[in-house]
């Protein structure tokens, strides 16, 4: 190596970090006036005790990585480097290709140079990284945990002493006891006094701005969810109010999408809550994730159980059939639609109806319209049209399957058609048009003819039987007079 070259690599260095000078962000307290004040002695508290250490916005952390690794092997150790220069070179150790926290030696010196003297700025940024860089099976992060555990007191800023003091900076333990304290205030909240919900909690440990959605914080969520299925409102309404910003509707922690799903849809895996528990829970994983039905939407659901997303199907399943009744019900004569309808609630009822799929006419489709503007339910807008609508537009058509077969209830004057799921003609359940052939054509079909006297029904149901072997009784089908 040229004698130079060291010189070279500390004065790219300190060129970069001359270059934000303007932009650097150092840790201070602005007093108020009347420091008598609540509110200003509030707010003082707040800067004081907050991990609010972020890089300058003009900071390119891979350029500043690649000037920082030129450093070390120029020079082997940071001695040199002022407190502004480490704390801005802190930001780029996990930036890069290669990263600098990965070198060997060099995540050790810089952490010998940067805790052995007492730069609160510099600690505070460190700090910021543990819960920014988190990962409980990272060697790297409880490195930094423990060295900045370790420090001594006269070091430590007022951020770190509350980080230890809430047990934070133990990688493995750390995000549980965080979600344990939450989930203390939380109960405190659920007794009846000041409500602490878990974003004011995080503020009052000074994780605050986007440390909200760090890695750490993220770990902490599923530790809560873990901890706490919801099977109440109170949990519920923490756990969603904590997972999505209510501003922009994302979902803070994707990382945490498996124990979400099981603190939301666990406690229903055999058993159903009322009807209003169901739509909310249905409208919140539609808008946070999409409806499971559909490949599009496999990102959102594929990191949760099979049995969890079978739960949402499920009552995404009565959902339709409930929708179709309904609407279609509205363009129906009375008479008949009440057998229809006491018909296919008994097989829904029963669980035989492992999914379902509307497709809507054009009154049907605009009736879904009306009653998701005044309902706020997200189901109604899960059903498709014809790409070319039938002459009558009242028509629709509900799509089922129950075992092997595919079933296709058609609304007025059809009929009831039925395929084997291998057939070719076999339509396929959530597409978003048909065409009104695709849904004929069956190699079995039933008009609705002497409904009253149980006709259409009693073949309907032992061509059920015969397939797939689901038995139903006509007094389950029956129309209560």
């Given at each position: 190596?040229?004698d ?20 650097r962000h150092?840790?201070t ?11 200003a ?5 707040r800067?004081?005790?907050?991990v609010?250490?972020a890089p ?5 952390p891979a350029?500043?990585?690649a000037?920082l690794?030129a450093f070390?092997?120029a020079h082997?150790r940071?001695?040199?480097l002022a407190?502004?220069?480490t704390?801005l070179?802190?930001w780029?150790?996990w930036?890069g ?21 007492p730069?609160?700025?510099v600690?505070k ?18 490195q ?12 430590q800023p007022?951020a770190?002493?509350?980080?230890i003091?809430?047990g934070?900076?133990t ?5 549980a ?11 405190v909240d659920r ?9 004011a ?5 000074g994780?605050?701005?986007d ?9 902490a969520?599923a530790?809560?969810?873990a ?7 109170p949990?519920r ?9 209510e501003?922009t509707?994302r979902e ?5 999408r498996?124990?979400?799903a ?5 406690p229903y ?6 009807q209003?528990?169901?739509?909310g ?6 808008g946070?994730?999409g409806?499971?039905?559909?490949a599009?939407?496999?990102?959102g ?10 739960v ?6 009565r959902?339709?059939?409930?929708q179709?009744l ?9 008479h ?5 309808r ?17 497709v809507?006419?054009d009154?049907?489709a ?14 109604f807008r ?5 790409s ?12 089922m399957?129950?075992g ?8 007025h004057?059809?009929?009831?058609r039925?395929?084997?799921?291998n ?13 009104a052939?695709?849904?004929r054509g069956?190699p ?7 409904a ?8 309907v149901a032992?061509?059920i039987q015969?397939?797939?072997?689901i ?8 129309v209560?007079k």
């Amino acid at each position: 190596m040229s004698d130079k070259a060291p010189a070279r690599a500390a004065a790219g260095l300190r060129a970069s970090v001359g270059r934000l000078h303007q932009a650097r962000h150092t840790w201070t307290v602005e007093r108020p006036a009347k420091l008598a004040s609540r509110q200003a002695r509030h707010d003082i508290e707040r800067r004081f005790n907050a991990v609010d250490a972020a890089p300058p916005e003009s900071l390119d952390p891979a350029a500043m990585a690649a000037r920082l690794l030129a450093f070390y092997t120029a020079h082997g150790r940071f001695d040199e480097l002022a407190p502004r220069e480490t704390r801005l070179a802190a930001w780029s150790l996990w930036s890069g290709d290669p990263r600098p926290v990965d070198q060997p030696g060099l995540f050790e010196a810089f952490l010998d140079h940067a805790l052995a003297r007492p730069w609160w700025s510099v600690v505070k940024a460190l700090l910021a990284l543990y819960f920014r860089q988190f990962d409980p099976d990272s060697e790297a992060v409880r490195q930094l945990a423990q060295r900045l555990a370790t420090l001594p007191k006269r070091r430590q800023p007022p951020a770190l002493r509350q980080a230890i003091a809430f047990g934070l900076l133990t990688p493995r333990d750390g995000p549980a006891a965080l979600a344990g304290y939450i989930a203390g205030c939380v109960d405190v909240d659920r007794a009846g006094s000041d409500p602490s919900p878990p974003l004011a909690v995080l503020d009052a440990v000074g994780l605050r701005g986007d440390l909200r959605v760090c890695p750490f914080v993220g770990h902490a969520f599923a530790a809560f969810c873990a901890a706490h299925p919801a099977d109440d409102a109170p949990l519920r309404n923490t756990i969603t109010a904590w997972a999505v910003d209510e501003k922009t509707g994302r979902e803070r922690y994707a990382m945490a999408r498996p124990a979400l799903a099981r603190a939301l849809l666990g406690p229903y895996r055999d058993g159903d809550p009322e009807q209003c528990v169901r739509q909310g829970l249905t409208d919140f994983f539609i808008g946070l994730w999409g409806d499971p039905r559909f490949a599009k939407n496999d990102a959102g659901w594929r990191s949760v159980d099979d049995s969890l997303r079978d739960v949402m199907r499920r009552w995404l399943t009565r959902a339709s059939v409930r929708q179709f009744l309904d609407i279609v019900g509205q363009d129906a004569e009375e008479h008949m639609w009440i057998y229809r309808r006491a018909f296919w609630t008994a097989y829904m009822d029963a669980g035989h109806i492992t999914d379902a799929w509307v497709v809507f006419g054009d009154n049907g489709a605009e009736r879904a319209r009306q009653s998701a503007r005044q309902t706020g339910d997200k189901s109604f807008r899960q059903h498709a049209t014809f790409s070319k609508p039938p002459q009558d537009k009242r028509q629709s058509v509900l799509l089922m399957r129950m075992g092997d077969l595919t079933i296709a209830e058609w609304s007025h004057n059809g009929s009831v058609r039925i395929w084997h799921r291998n057939d070719p003609g076999a339509p396929r359940l959530y597409q978003g048009g048909y065409r009104a052939s695709e849904l004929r054509g069956a190699p079995w079909e039933k008009r609705h003819t002497g409904a009253e006297h149980y006709n259409w029904q009693f073949e309907v149901a032992a061509k059920i039987q015969e397939e797939v072997g689901i038995w139903m009784s006509q007094s389950a089908y029956q129309v209560k007079k």
